[in-house]
């Protein structure tokens, strides 16, 4: 049973270690695309603002 245990520990150490790095590198990704959304959003925000105060000038 103990050589059962041993011969085990090892894959699902790595497995673990495989879900948890996957796990970060998703949510870092999820993370990054809302902020570059959230960027894109203000920056589109801005030109119609800017676009929106020239158009009244003139």
Do not use: H, Y
């Not at 870092?28 to 920056?43: K, V, Y």
């Not at 589109?44 to 000038?57: I, N, Q, V």
């Amino acid at each position: 049973m103990m050589a059962v245990v041993a011969a085990l520990t090892p894959p699902i150490g790595v497995a673990l270690l495989f879900w948890f790095v996957m796990r970060a590198v998703l949510r870092a990704d999820r993370n990054e695309r809302e902020a570059m959304a959230a960027l894109d959003r203000a920056e589109a925000e801005r030109a119609a603002r800017a676009s929106g105060e020239r158009g009244a000038g003139a």
